[in-house]
């Protein structure tokens, strides 16, 4: 059976970025789900272009994308995206990634806020201290590309971390049964993160955009993540 899954598209690909993605974020998205050999049929709705489904219920579970934007912001596409939030919380699986996972947590009454070290970008670690079903294949330690500024404080009542590290200390959490955010990337290849260091360079500093392109080199788990989110709508 094939998988719908519902993609909120929280931003537009940077000018002269669409390349070394793979396209656009929903080009990204399908990529991600045939590279770990899934039946998934992605159905992109634009919401920062106010772009919202009339039928929520029509799909088998809803990703929030990553965005320039912050959870935080006064915006109104981000405050009908939050109230979706709210009312499909619960009734259909949502997955949060990088701001969308930011904003799961803000919309349900978390907090989000500047992380203290600064942006973290590239391939980076996190811990598992948790497993819930759907962690299948089980990892010990999640690899995927990061790039983000803000992070989460403190998460929503009910919220329980699965995975973390010194530096970003919410990698992964779960608020009830089917509502799941991750801080990175599984879209990202490295040649979009390697443009975006290189975007970013003046705000990292010439020793972090180093750090950060040398941990290109090393091995990502996004397939295995693709395939959590699979059994997270299926299960």
């Given at each position: 059976?094939?998988?719908?899954?519902?993609l909120?598209?929280?931003?537009?690909?940077?000018?002269?970025?669409?390349t070394?993605?793979g396209?656009?974020?929903?080009?990204a998205?399908?990529h991600?789900?045939?590279?770990?050999?899934?039946?998934?049929?992605i159905?992109?709705?634009?919401?920062?272009?106010?772009?919202f489904?009339?039928?929520?219920?029509?799909m088998?579970?809803?990703?929030?994308?990553?965005?320039?934007?912050?959870?935080?912001?006064?915006?109104?596409?981000?405050?009908?995206?939050?109230?979706?939030?709210?009312?499909?919380?619960?009734?259909?699986?949502?997955?949060?990634?990088?701001f969308?996972?930011?904003?799961?947590a803000?919309a349900l009454?978390?907090?989000?806020?500047?992380?203290k070290?600064?942006?973290?970008?590239?391939?980076?670690?996190?811990y598992?201290?948790?497993?819930?079903?759907?962690?299948?294949?089980?990892?010990?330690?999640?690899r995927?590309?990061?790039?983000?500024?803000?992070?989460?404080?403190?998460l929503?009542?009910?919220?329980?971390?699965?995975?973390?590290?010194p530096?970003?200390?919410?990698?992964i959490?779960?608020?009830?049964e089917?509502?799941?955010?991750?801080?990175?990337?599984?879209?990202?290849?490295?040649?979009?993160?390697?443009?975006?260091?290189?975007?970013?360079?003046?705000?990292?500093g010439?020793?972090?955009?180093?750090?950060?392109r040398?941990?290109?080199?090393?091995?990502?788990?996004?397939?295995?993540?693709?395939?959590?989110?699979?059994?997270?709508?299926?299960?």
């Amino acid at each position: 059976m094939t998988v719908q899954l519902g993609l909120l598209v929280c931003d537009h690909v940077p000018d002269g970025l669409g390349t070394a993605l793979g396209g656009t974020y929903a080009d990204a998205f399908t990529h991600l789900f045939e590279a770990c050999d899934t039946d998934v049929s992605i159905h992109p709705y634009s919401v920062i272009d106010g772009e919202f489904p009339q039928d929520a219920a029509a799909m088998d579970g809803w990703v929030v994308t990553g965005s320039r934007f912050f959870a935080t912001d006064d915006e109104p596409w981000i405050r009908r995206l939050s109230e979706f939030i709210r009312t499909m919380h619960g009734a259909v699986p949502i997955v949060g990634i990088c701001f969308g996972h930011q904003l799961i947590a803000h919309a349900l009454g978390g907090t989000v806020g500047p992380a203290k070290q600064g942006r973290i970008i590239g391939n980076q670690p996190t811990y598992v201290v948790g497993l819930e079903p759907w962690m299948d294949p089980p990892l010990e330690t999640v690899r995927l590309l990061y790039s983000h500024r803000d992070q989460i404080e403190t998460l929503p009542p009910d919220g329980l971390v699965l995975a973390g590290s010194p530096q970003c200390p919410v990698g992964i959490f779960v608020v009830g049964e089917k509502t799941v955010g991750f801080q990175g990337h599984p879209e990202f290849t490295r040649e979009f993160t390697d443009a975006i260091i290189t975007m970013r360079e003046d705000e990292l500093g010439p020793e972090a955009a180093t750090r950060a392109r040398a941990s290109l080199d090393d091995p990502i788990d996004a397939p295995t993540v693709a395939r959590w989110i699979v059994n997270l709508v299926t299960g």
